[in-house]
């Protein structure tokens, strides 16, 4: 049982994989880089979190022919140490964060993230806590327009808003197609590449999910999961997500400088270390195969000793 999905950046993941011993695939999908991982490692134990109560079935899938060396938890990645703590595993070798919306997810049109698919105004990769539909009918303005302008980083949220508003006073809005079109009423194409109502569902999607609040949790939870010399790889397709990565990294990464005006101070040691300058991204081959890849980043990082600000 597999998933119309092709893994983005596979290759490269692997590369880095080889030779280690336990992963964490921190949003497993439809596990194709679980997979991956343990078809290439024969002594490699995968864990593998999703927060999406539909991948449960590649996960069983996976189980079943991998029973002593996978294991799968149902939850955000923002909770991998204590869930991790309750197998048992205490320090993990090497954690992948996939981030964003998977092509499994945006398939699937009655979970209201694709717009080219009509369905209900959902978006929840959980099925529990507030819905787009919620969202976009019951929110004050200010708060839609600070949504919209903060996550989808779209310059018409004020215009896109009001638009809402206008139709929401009719009626309910409740489906995909119908937001879309609210939003193309406001902001045409006019030979831009991506479809206007992009930004919007984007926003609207990281808002519903928390996507930020859980990343910075989970980078958090990563530097205590991860064994000294553990490797850290985070893939984003969002600018916002990549910086929130970049900052994290740099944080840790970079010698603290003291000030000449004071005395000197004893300064935490760096905790991580890039393994590659800048970031990884899909080779032109890999884009001809998949052009989802083309906005992936893919930061990769390893744990050094013991230092002040892991």
Known sequence: MMADHISVLLDEVLAEAEGCQSILDATCGAGGHSRAFLQANENCTVYAMDRDPSVQKYADQLKQEFPERFYFILGNFSEMKVRLTALGVI??????????????????????????????????????GLSAEDVVNDYAPEDLIRIIRRFGEETLARKIVQNIVRHRAKGRITTTRQLADIVREVKQRRGAKIDP?????QALRMHVNAELESLESGL???????????????????SL?????????????????????????????????????????????EL??????RSAKLRIARKLGVGGRA
């Open 91 to 128: 320090k993990i070798e090497m954690i992948l964060m996939d981030l964003g919306v998977s092509s499994m997810q945006l398939n699937q049109g009655e979970r209201g993230f694709s717009f080219q698919k009509d369905g209900s105004l959902d978006m929840r990769m959980s099925s529990e």
């Open 197 to 201: 109502a992009t930004k919007t569902f």
């Open 220 to 238: 958090e939870a990563a530097a205590d999961v991860l064994n000294h010399g553990g490797l850290l790889c985070v893939m984003s397709f969002h």
């Open 241 to 285: 997500e990549d910086r929130m990565v970049k900052k994290f990294l740099k944080a840790r990464i970079e010698q603290p400088q003291g000030s000449r005006h004071l005395p000197p101070q004893e300064m935490p040691e760096p905790s991580f270390e890039l393994v590659h300058r800048g970031v990884v991204r899909a080779s032109e081959e």
């Open 288 to 293: 001809l195969r998949n052009p989802r890849a």
